[in-house]
């Protein structure tokens, strides 16, 4: 092979958002023979490269749907040298417009996503990472909260224990809104309907007694089906152990007496 023979082939074939070239080495190629690829894009990008044999062929990516790009190539000697470019070593390629196979593409890049895993025929999520958060296949979420320029973690697991479903959170405090609040307002006013009246400040008090027990953890756990009946017993313990002496109703009691 002398040291500028031609290329004797060059063709380019659409692909889904890019293009293919293909061409033949020039008889007598070896480890040694090289060529040069350059290419120059719509918007202006002109990128080149060194190829070795025996590639036979090169995929140009990230082109848009029917994007065209020029290309050329040229053989190189074991020096470096080469033969001057010629009008007629530009070839044009474009990419594919075909939705199918643009749709196929598509579904293979997300098949082959680390985030799916193949089990039993199907498609599962493992993790799935949505703004700030982690949805994990474990059944929990974490995320960093961000608040005033500091990050702040935060999670939530959810567990199964026999016929029970239980949902965990884990996070350096927490508040309980509306619905087991007023369960608990509701379950001490109803207790305390005796015929003793108590003050707004008594009340409190017992509504304090409940909130500060042990047992008022145990509310977390409880279904909406069982939620009132875990308020009620959490209620009834927390006024027997309140009203005992030391409690903290018994201490109110003796405040107001003095």
Known sequence: MSEYANIPQVTTLP?????????????????????????????????????????????????????????????????????????????????????????????????SSKTFELLNGGRFIKDAHIGDGLVSANFSVKMDLN???????????????????????????????????????NAVVLSMKMKTALSDEMKQAVIDAVRESDLFTSLQAASASDLQQAVDDAVGKALRNAVKPGGMIWSRFQLCQH
Not at 36 to 43: H, T, V, Y
Not at 163 to 185: G, L, T, Y
Request: glycine share 8%; proline share 4%; with cysteine.
């Open 15 to 111: 692909k889904p958002f890019g293009v293919t070239v293909k061409w033949k080495w020039p008889d007598g190629s070896h480890w040694f023979s090289g060529l040069e690829m350059q290419c120059l894009f719509e918007d202006g990008r002109f990128e080149k490269e060194r190829i070795c044999w025996p590639v036979t062929e090169k995929l140009i990516s990230g082109l848009k749907a029917s994007e065209r790009v020029q290309v050329r190539l040229r053989p190189v000697a074991a020096d470096g040298s080469a033969r001057d470019w010629r009008t007629g070593d530009w070839i044009e390629g474009i990419s594919s417009v075909n939705t199918d196979e643009i749709l196929q593409a598509l579904q293979e890049d997300i098949r």
């Open 147 to 185: 608040q005033c320029g500091k990050q702040h973690p935060a999670g939530m697991s959810i567990g199964v224990e026999g016929a029970q479903r239980q949902v965990v959170f884990e996070a350096d405090r927490f508040k309980v809104h509306e619905a087991a609040q007023s369960a608990i307002e």
